[in-house]
Protein backbone atom coordinates (compact mmCIF):
# COMPACT_ATOMS: atom_id res chain seq x y z
CA UNK A 1 0.00 0.00 0.00
CA UNK A 2 2.91 2.45 0.84
CA UNK A 3 5.05 1.02 -2.44
CA UNK A 4 1.45 2.85 -4.40
CA UNK A 5 1.18 5.65 -2.71
CA UNK A 6 4.81 6.43 -3.31
CA UNK A 7 4.19 5.57 -7.22
CA UNK A 8 0.78 8.00 -7.10
CA UNK A 9 3.61 10.68 -5.57
CA UNK A 10 5.94 10.60 -8.26
CA UNK A 11 3.70 10.61 -10.98
CA UNK A 12 1.79 13.74 -9.65
CA UNK A 13 5.05 15.43 -9.29
CA UNK A 14 6.17 14.76 -12.81
CA UNK A 15 2.94 15.34 -14.56
CA UNK A 16 1.78 18.34 -12.62
CA UNK A 17 4.91 20.03 -14.29
CA UNK A 18 4.51 18.83 -17.43
CA UNK A 19 0.48 19.90 -17.60
CA UNK A 20 1.60 23.25 -16.58
CA UNK A 21 4.10 23.35 -19.30
CA UNK A 22 1.34 22.64 -21.71
CA UNK A 23 -1.52 24.99 -20.12
CA UNK A 24 1.00 27.61 -20.59
CA UNK A 25 1.80 26.66 -24.05
CA UNK A 26 -1.69 26.68 -24.96
CA UNK A 27 -2.03 29.77 -23.33
CA UNK A 28 0.30 31.44 -25.68
CA UNK A 29 -1.27 29.96 -28.85
CA UNK A 30 -4.32 31.82 -28.22
CA UNK A 31 -3.02 34.68 -27.14
CA UNK A 32 -0.48 34.61 -30.47
CA UNK A 33 -3.84 33.95 -32.45
CA UNK A 34 -5.40 36.38 -30.61
CA UNK A 35 -2.68 39.17 -31.77
CA UNK A 36 -2.75 38.17 -34.81
CA UNK A 37 -6.60 38.55 -35.80
CA UNK A 38 -6.33 41.68 -34.00
CA UNK A 39 -3.54 42.69 -36.39
CA UNK A 40 -5.40 41.98 -39.17
CA UNK A 41 -8.56 44.06 -38.22
CA UNK A 42 -6.63 47.03 -37.15
CA UNK A 43 -7.62 49.98 -39.56
CA UNK A 44 -4.94 50.72 -41.82
CA UNK A 45 -3.39 54.02 -41.38
CA UNK A 46 -3.49 55.77 -45.01
CA UNK A 47 -1.36 59.35 -45.70
CA UNK A 48 -3.02 62.05 -43.59
CA UNK A 49 -5.24 63.90 -46.50
CA UNK A 50 -6.14 60.63 -48.39
CA UNK A 51 -9.42 60.38 -47.66
CA UNK A 52 -10.13 63.96 -47.03
CA UNK A 53 -8.63 64.71 -50.36
CA UNK A 54 -11.01 61.85 -52.21
CA UNK A 55 -14.06 63.82 -50.74
CA UNK A 56 -12.94 67.05 -51.73
CA UNK A 57 -12.42 65.74 -55.03
CA UNK A 58 -15.88 64.24 -55.92
CA UNK A 59 -17.21 67.98 -55.06
CA UNK A 60 -15.18 69.86 -57.19
CA UNK A 61 -17.39 71.02 -60.20
CA UNK A 62 -15.58 69.55 -63.34
CA UNK A 63 -15.65 65.99 -61.08
CA UNK A 64 -19.24 66.05 -60.82
CA UNK A 65 -19.97 67.53 -64.27
CA UNK A 66 -17.68 64.77 -66.20
CA UNK A 67 -17.45 61.68 -63.91
CA UNK A 68 -20.21 59.30 -63.61
CA UNK A 69 -20.57 59.64 -59.55
CA UNK A 70 -23.29 57.46 -59.84
CA UNK A 71 -22.00 53.77 -61.32
CA UNK A 72 -22.58 51.03 -59.95
CA UNK A 73 -19.63 48.59 -59.06
CA UNK A 74 -21.30 45.49 -58.62
CA UNK A 75 -18.31 42.83 -59.16
CA UNK A 76 -17.12 40.73 -56.23
CA UNK A 77 -13.11 41.06 -55.93
CA UNK A 78 -11.91 37.61 -56.75
CA UNK A 79 -9.43 35.81 -54.43
CA UNK A 80 -5.85 36.01 -55.63
CA UNK A 81 -3.41 33.99 -53.76
CA UNK A 82 0.12 35.56 -52.22
CA UNK A 83 2.03 33.46 -54.82
CA UNK A 84 0.37 35.26 -57.40
CA UNK A 85 0.64 38.60 -56.21
CA UNK A 86 4.11 37.82 -56.03
CA UNK A 87 4.32 36.86 -59.61
CA UNK A 88 2.42 40.12 -61.05
CA UNK A 89 4.90 42.43 -58.93
CA UNK A 90 7.76 40.74 -60.54
CA UNK A 91 6.40 40.78 -64.14
CA UNK A 92 5.87 45.29 -63.50
CA UNK A 93 8.69 47.01 -65.67
CA UNK A 94 10.23 49.16 -62.78
CA UNK A 95 13.36 50.04 -61.91
CA UNK A 96 12.41 50.56 -58.18
CA UNK A 97 12.30 47.14 -55.61
CA UNK A 98 8.16 45.83 -55.27
CA UNK A 99 8.72 42.83 -52.81
CA UNK A 100 5.59 41.47 -51.00
CA UNK A 101 4.54 40.92 -47.35
CA UNK A 102 1.34 40.79 -45.24
CA UNK A 103 1.70 44.75 -45.11
CA UNK A 104 1.95 45.01 -48.88
CA UNK A 105 -0.97 42.35 -48.72
CA UNK A 106 -3.08 44.24 -46.76
CA UNK A 107 -2.41 47.39 -48.77
CA UNK A 108 -3.52 45.39 -51.99
CA UNK A 109 -7.05 44.24 -50.02
CA UNK A 110 -7.24 47.96 -49.02
CA UNK A 111 -7.86 48.76 -52.39
CA UNK A 112 -9.62 45.64 -54.18
CA UNK A 113 -12.08 45.12 -51.70
CA UNK A 114 -12.64 48.29 -49.30
CA UNK A 115 -11.83 51.09 -51.92
CA UNK A 116 -13.13 49.69 -55.30
CA UNK A 117 -15.24 52.64 -56.13
CA UNK A 118 -11.95 55.18 -55.37
CA UNK A 119 -9.87 53.07 -57.07
CA UNK A 120 -12.23 53.53 -60.45
CA UNK A 121 -12.47 57.15 -59.96
CA UNK A 122 -8.66 57.45 -59.80
CA UNK A 123 -8.58 55.03 -62.91
CA UNK A 124 -10.33 57.79 -64.32
CA UNK A 125 -8.58 61.06 -63.03
CA UNK A 126 -4.99 59.35 -64.09
CA UNK A 127 -6.03 59.37 -67.89
CA UNK A 128 -5.75 63.13 -67.31
CA UNK A 129 -3.46 63.95 -64.89
CA UNK A 130 -1.00 60.45 -65.51
CA UNK A 131 0.44 62.29 -68.62
CA UNK A 132 1.54 65.46 -66.55
CA UNK A 133 3.45 63.50 -64.05
CA UNK A 134 5.11 60.61 -66.79
CA UNK A 135 6.60 63.77 -68.85
CA UNK A 136 8.14 65.13 -65.88
CA UNK A 137 9.69 62.23 -64.28
CA UNK A 138 11.29 60.91 -67.66
CA UNK A 139 12.66 64.54 -68.38
CA UNK A 140 14.62 64.06 -65.09
CA UNK A 141 15.35 60.33 -65.69
CA UNK A 142 13.38 58.95 -62.55
CA UNK A 143 11.40 55.72 -62.09
CA UNK A 144 7.97 56.43 -64.26
CA UNK A 145 6.38 54.18 -60.59
CA UNK A 146 6.76 56.90 -59.14
CA UNK A 147 3.60 58.36 -60.89
CA UNK A 148 1.52 56.73 -58.11
CA UNK A 149 2.89 59.06 -55.54
CA UNK A 150 0.45 61.68 -55.85
CA UNK A 151 -2.37 58.53 -55.64
CA UNK A 152 -1.43 58.31 -52.25
CA UNK A 153 -1.06 61.59 -51.37
CA UNK A 154 -3.90 63.40 -52.58
CA UNK A 155 -6.17 60.74 -54.42
CA UNK A 156 -5.50 63.15 -57.27
CA UNK A 157 -7.25 66.31 -55.87
CA UNK A 158 -5.16 69.33 -57.22
CA UNK A 159 -6.52 71.20 -54.64
CA UNK A 160 -6.11 69.10 -51.13
CA UNK A 161 -4.80 70.04 -48.04
CA UNK A 162 -3.18 69.01 -45.04
CA UNK A 163 -3.53 69.61 -41.30
CA UNK A 164 0.12 69.90 -41.38
CA UNK A 165 0.03 72.55 -44.76
CA UNK A 166 0.92 70.43 -47.48
CA UNK A 167 -0.82 71.13 -50.90
CA UNK A 168 -1.81 70.36 -54.10
CA UNK A 169 -1.04 66.59 -56.07
CA UNK A 170 2.25 66.12 -54.77
CA UNK A 171 1.24 67.36 -51.42
CA UNK A 172 4.57 69.81 -51.13
CA UNK A 173 5.04 71.72 -48.10
CA UNK A 174 5.57 75.83 -48.86
CA UNK A 175 9.15 75.70 -47.75
CA UNK A 176 9.45 72.81 -50.15
CA UNK A 177 7.80 74.04 -52.88
CA UNK A 178 9.35 77.58 -52.75
CA UNK A 179 12.75 76.25 -52.76
CA UNK A 180 11.96 74.19 -56.33
CA UNK A 181 10.64 77.60 -57.59
CA UNK A 182 6.89 77.75 -56.89
CA UNK A 183 4.98 81.28 -56.34
CA UNK A 184 3.08 80.43 -53.32
CA UNK A 185 1.77 84.48 -52.00
CA UNK A 186 -1.45 85.81 -51.45
CA UNK A 187 -2.90 85.37 -54.83
CA UNK A 188 -1.32 82.54 -55.87
CA UNK A 189 -0.19 78.94 -54.65
CA UNK A 190 1.24 76.91 -57.61
CA UNK A 191 1.42 73.86 -55.47
CA UNK A 192 -1.99 73.62 -57.20
CA UNK A 193 -0.67 73.74 -60.97
CA UNK A 194 -0.55 70.30 -61.48
CA UNK A 195 2.20 71.08 -64.18
CA UNK A 196 4.41 73.10 -62.38
CA UNK A 197 3.93 71.03 -59.54
CA UNK A 198 5.11 68.32 -60.98
CA UNK A 199 8.09 69.91 -62.21
CA UNK A 200 9.37 70.74 -58.58
CA UNK A 201 8.35 67.25 -57.34
CA UNK A 202 10.49 65.64 -59.72
CA UNK A 203 13.11 67.50 -58.55
CA UNK A 204 12.54 66.95 -55.00
CA UNK A 205 12.69 63.53 -55.47
CA UNK A 206 15.63 63.32 -57.73
CA UNK A 207 17.57 65.79 -54.66
CA UNK A 208 16.20 62.98 -52.58
CA UNK A 209 17.85 60.08 -54.37
CA UNK A 210 21.10 61.63 -54.41
CA UNK A 211 20.72 62.08 -50.56
CA UNK A 212 20.06 58.37 -49.78
CA UNK A 213 20.78 56.38 -53.21
CA UNK A 214 17.76 53.87 -52.54
CA UNK A 215 13.89 54.98 -53.94
CA UNK A 216 12.19 53.18 -50.73
CA UNK A 217 13.86 55.26 -48.68
CA UNK A 218 13.46 58.53 -50.91
CA UNK A 219 9.63 57.81 -50.95
CA UNK A 220 9.87 57.46 -47.00
CA UNK A 221 11.45 60.58 -46.77
CA UNK A 222 8.98 62.58 -49.10
CA UNK A 223 6.37 61.40 -46.83
CA UNK A 224 7.79 62.21 -43.73
CA UNK A 225 10.51 64.44 -44.25
CA UNK A 226 14.58 63.14 -44.54
CA UNK A 227 15.04 64.70 -40.94
CA UNK A 228 12.70 61.44 -39.67
CA UNK A 229 13.81 58.97 -41.85
CA UNK A 230 17.89 59.90 -40.65
CA UNK A 231 16.59 59.91 -37.04
CA UNK A 232 15.34 55.92 -38.13
CA UNK A 233 18.57 55.36 -39.67
CA UNK A 234 20.40 56.68 -36.48
CA UNK A 235 18.35 54.27 -34.29
CA UNK A 236 18.29 51.29 -36.49
CA UNK A 237 22.68 51.20 -36.04
CA UNK A 238 22.93 53.13 -39.22
CA UNK A 239 20.95 50.39 -41.24
CA UNK A 240 20.17 52.00 -44.79
CA UNK A 241 17.03 49.74 -46.26
CA UNK A 242 13.71 50.72 -45.81
CA UNK A 243 12.45 47.55 -44.32
CA UNK A 244 15.33 47.24 -41.25
CA UNK A 245 14.44 51.03 -40.24
CA UNK A 246 10.75 50.50 -40.24
CA UNK A 247 10.14 49.85 -36.49
CA UNK A 248 12.04 53.83 -36.01
CA UNK A 249 9.65 54.98 -38.82
CA UNK A 250 6.62 57.08 -37.80
CA UNK A 251 3.67 54.83 -38.10
CA UNK A 252 1.79 56.79 -40.99
CA UNK A 253 5.32 56.25 -43.00
CA UNK A 254 5.36 52.56 -41.91
CA UNK A 255 2.23 52.11 -44.14
CA UNK A 256 3.70 54.54 -46.94
CA UNK A 257 6.12 52.12 -48.97
CA UNK A 258 3.36 49.14 -48.55
CA UNK A 259 1.04 51.44 -49.59
CA UNK A 260 2.42 53.03 -52.76
CA UNK A 261 3.49 49.23 -53.87
CA UNK A 262 -0.39 48.09 -53.91
CA UNK A 263 -1.14 51.56 -55.80
CA UNK A 264 1.61 49.93 -58.25
CA UNK A 265 -0.02 46.93 -58.13
CA UNK A 266 -3.72 47.87 -58.71
CA UNK A 267 -3.26 50.73 -60.85
CA UNK A 268 -1.65 47.77 -63.34
CA UNK A 269 -3.73 44.91 -62.33
CA UNK A 270 -7.07 46.26 -61.87
CA UNK A 271 -8.96 44.38 -64.63
CA UNK A 272 -7.79 41.04 -62.82
CA UNK A 273 -9.61 42.66 -59.49
CA UNK A 274 -12.61 43.36 -61.35
CA UNK A 275 -12.25 47.20 -61.38
CA UNK A 276 -13.69 49.08 -63.92
CA UNK A 277 -12.67 52.81 -64.53
CA UNK A 278 -15.48 55.12 -64.23
CA UNK A 279 -17.01 56.70 -67.25
CA UNK A 280 -15.17 59.85 -67.84
CA UNK A 281 -15.28 63.00 -70.17
CA UNK A 282 -11.56 64.02 -70.36
CA UNK A 283 -11.39 68.12 -70.23
CA UNK A 284 -10.09 69.85 -72.99
CA UNK A 285 -8.37 72.92 -72.37
CA UNK A 286 -6.82 75.77 -74.13
CA UNK A 287 -3.75 77.92 -72.52
CA UNK A 288 -3.11 81.57 -72.68
CA UNK A 289 -0.92 83.85 -70.78
CA UNK A 290 -1.81 87.26 -69.77
CA UNK A 291 -0.07 90.21 -68.85
CA UNK A 292 -3.41 92.33 -67.28
CA UNK A 293 -4.72 91.74 -64.10
CA UNK A 294 -7.60 89.61 -64.71
CA UNK A 295 -10.71 88.19 -62.44
CA UNK A 296 -12.20 84.95 -62.79
CA UNK A 297 -15.92 86.61 -62.42
CA UNK A 298 -14.99 89.05 -65.58
CA UNK A 299 -14.20 85.93 -67.88
CA UNK A 300 -16.98 83.68 -66.74
CA UNK A 301 -19.64 86.90 -67.17
CA UNK A 302 -18.57 87.92 -70.17
CA UNK A 303 -17.78 84.89 -71.87
CA UNK A 304 -20.96 82.49 -70.23
CA UNK A 305 -18.68 80.28 -68.60
CA UNK A 306 -19.48 78.14 -65.19
CA UNK A 307 -17.28 80.03 -62.61
CA UNK A 308 -16.62 76.83 -60.69
CA UNK A 309 -15.21 75.41 -64.25
CA UNK A 310 -12.86 78.36 -64.32
CA UNK A 311 -11.95 78.02 -61.09
CA UNK A 312 -11.20 73.72 -61.37
CA UNK A 313 -9.15 74.39 -64.39
CA UNK A 314 -6.85 77.30 -62.81
CA UNK A 315 -6.91 76.04 -58.83
CA UNK A 316 -3.74 77.89 -58.57
CA UNK A 317 -5.54 81.34 -58.15
CA UNK A 318 -6.25 81.19 -54.34
CA UNK A 319 -8.51 84.60 -54.72
CA UNK A 320 -9.96 83.95 -58.22
CA UNK A 321 -7.21 87.25 -59.01
CA UNK A 322 -5.13 86.20 -61.93
CA UNK A 323 -2.12 88.97 -61.41
CA UNK A 324 -0.53 89.01 -64.64
CA UNK A 325 0.32 92.80 -64.25
CA UNK A 326 3.04 91.35 -62.10
CA UNK A 327 4.22 88.96 -64.25
CA UNK A 328 3.06 87.05 -66.93
CA UNK A 329 0.32 84.35 -65.84
CA UNK A 330 -1.47 81.63 -67.45
CA UNK A 331 -5.00 80.85 -67.21
CA UNK A 332 -6.59 77.11 -68.75
CA UNK A 333 -9.63 77.82 -70.50
CA UNK A 334 -12.54 75.31 -72.12
CA UNK A 335 -11.06 74.20 -75.65
CA UNK A 336 -11.35 76.78 -78.34
CA UNK A 337 -12.31 79.31 -75.88
CA UNK A 338 -9.18 81.37 -75.90
CA UNK A 339 -9.24 83.33 -79.52
CA UNK A 340 -12.42 84.66 -78.19
CA UNK A 341 -10.70 85.44 -74.77
CA UNK A 342 -8.12 87.35 -76.72
CA UNK A 343 -10.44 89.11 -79.12
CA UNK A 344 -12.56 90.41 -75.88
CA UNK A 345 -9.52 90.68 -73.36
CA UNK A 346 -9.95 94.84 -73.20
CA UNK A 347 -14.03 94.41 -72.01
CA UNK A 348 -12.89 91.37 -69.91
CA UNK A 349 -10.02 93.21 -68.02
CA UNK A 350 -12.73 96.82 -67.89
CA UNK A 351 -15.80 94.96 -66.47
CA UNK A 352 -16.58 95.45 -62.66
CA UNK A 353 -12.65 96.62 -62.18
CA UNK A 354 -13.33 98.64 -59.84
CA UNK A 355 -16.44 96.19 -58.02
CA UNK A 356 -13.58 93.09 -58.04
CA UNK A 357 -10.34 95.01 -57.09
CA UNK A 358 -11.73 96.94 -54.02
CA UNK A 359 -7.45 97.55 -53.36
CA UNK A 360 -7.04 102.02 -52.94
CA UNK A 361 -4.20 102.71 -54.82
CA UNK A 362 -3.92 106.45 -53.74
CA UNK A 363 -5.74 107.22 -50.22
CA UNK A 364 -5.94 110.83 -47.98
CA UNK A 365 -5.30 110.51 -44.21
CA UNK A 366 -8.15 111.67 -42.79
CA UNK A 367 -7.55 115.07 -40.36
CA UNK A 368 -7.55 114.48 -36.94
CA UNK A 369 -4.83 114.79 -33.81
CA UNK A 370 -1.42 114.38 -35.09
CA UNK A 371 2.13 113.28 -33.47
CA UNK A 372 4.80 116.03 -33.42
CA UNK A 373 7.29 115.40 -36.27
CA UNK A 374 10.17 113.98 -33.90
CA UNK A 375 7.66 112.78 -31.13
CA UNK A 376 7.52 109.13 -30.07
CA UNK A 377 4.21 107.32 -29.95
CA UNK A 378 3.97 105.50 -26.57
CA UNK A 379 0.95 104.85 -24.26
CA UNK A 380 1.30 108.53 -22.31
CA UNK A 381 1.37 110.01 -25.87
CA UNK A 382 -1.47 108.57 -27.23
CA UNK A 383 -4.03 108.67 -24.31
CA UNK A 384 -2.06 111.90 -23.11
CA UNK A 385 -1.71 113.23 -19.25
CA UNK A 386 -4.93 114.97 -17.45
CA UNK A 387 -2.90 118.32 -17.60
CA UNK A 388 -2.02 118.05 -21.29
CA UNK A 389 -5.87 117.74 -21.74
CA UNK A 390 -6.75 120.75 -19.54
CA UNK A 391 -3.96 122.85 -20.91
CA UNK A 392 -5.46 121.91 -24.82
CA UNK A 393 -9.11 122.82 -23.05
CA UNK A 394 -7.87 126.26 -21.82
CA UNK A 395 -5.63 126.95 -25.14
CA UNK A 396 -9.08 126.43 -26.92
CA UNK A 397 -11.13 128.45 -25.19
CA UNK A 398 -8.91 131.15 -25.20
CA UNK A 399 -9.12 130.90 -28.79
CA UNK A 400 -5.66 130.27 -29.97
CA UNK A 401 -5.34 128.23 -32.79
CA UNK A 402 -2.42 125.52 -34.11
CA UNK A 403 -1.17 125.40 -37.36
CA UNK A 404 -1.06 122.13 -39.06
CA UNK A 405 0.38 120.66 -41.92
CA UNK A 406 -1.28 118.59 -44.54
CA UNK A 407 0.04 115.17 -45.70
Given amino acids: MRFLFNCLIITLLTTLPLYSFAAEAEKNVNDSVS ?38 DDKVDPYVSDSVIIDRLSKLPAIMELPFNEHIRKCIDFYTIQKRKQVSYMLAMGQYYMPIFEDQLLANKLPDELKYLPIIESALNPTAYSRAGAGGLWQLMVSTGRIYGLQINSLIDERMDPYKSSIAAAKYLKDLFRVYGDW ?29 IYPYLPNETRNYVPIFIAANYVMNYYKQHNLNVAPVCLPMTDTIMVKEKVHLVQIADLMNLPIAELRTLNPQYRQDIVPG ?7 RLPLN ?19 LFTNRLLVEPAEGVYFAKNSKASKHSVKGSKSKKKSSSSKSRSGKKSKRKKH
Fill in 35 to 72: KEIKKQLEPLVMPEGYDMSFNGLLNQWYERKNINTTFV
Fill in 216 to 244: NLVIAAYNCGPGNVNKAIRRSGGKRDYWQ
Fill in 325 to 331: NFQPCAI
Fill in 337 to 355: EASSFLQNKDKIVAYKADE
